[in-house]
């Protein structure tokens, strides 16, 4: 198993920014990838931004030039900072794991852009 605990949440004004965190424990393989995905109320989840195990980035387009993710030499943590944050990237940002044969989700943490 493979438990993912996200952090960094919150409350923010419309151009404002937030750092998550999600941090990885137990049986973790060292070829990983990572990623963030979001759901908003109403609406599916979506992918946010991922990376792979050599390093690779994708983001979604809604999210280029003002979102970027990073990981941990040891790649047990994966963040993703927030720039100039919309209202409508108000979701439930979770965190997702996943190596040749495992695909963890973590709980989820609130983001909230708004005046």
């Known amino acids: 198993q493979v438990q993912l605990v996200e952090s960094g949440g919150g409350l923010v004004q419309p151009g404002g920014s937030l750092r998550l965190s999600c941090a990885a424990s137990?049986?973790?393989?060292?070829?990983?990838?990572m990623g963030w995905y979001r759901q908003a109320p109403g609406k599916e989840r979506e992918l946010v931004a991922t990376?792979?195990?050599?390093?690779?980035?994708n983001y979604a387009d809604s999210v280029k030039g003002r979102f970027t993710i990073s990981r941990d030499n040891a790649k047990t943590t994966v963040y993703l900072q927030m720039n100039s944050l919309k209202p409508e990237d108000t979701a439930v940002y979770y965190c997702?794991?996943?190596?040749?044969?495992?695909?963890?989700w973590g709980q989820g943490t609130q983001v909230t852009v708004s005046s």
């Open positions: 997702r794991y996943s190596d040749l044969v495992r695909n963890f």
């Open positions: 137990g049986s973790i393989f060292s070829r990983n990838d």
């Open positions: 990376i792979r195990n050599g390093g690779l980035t």
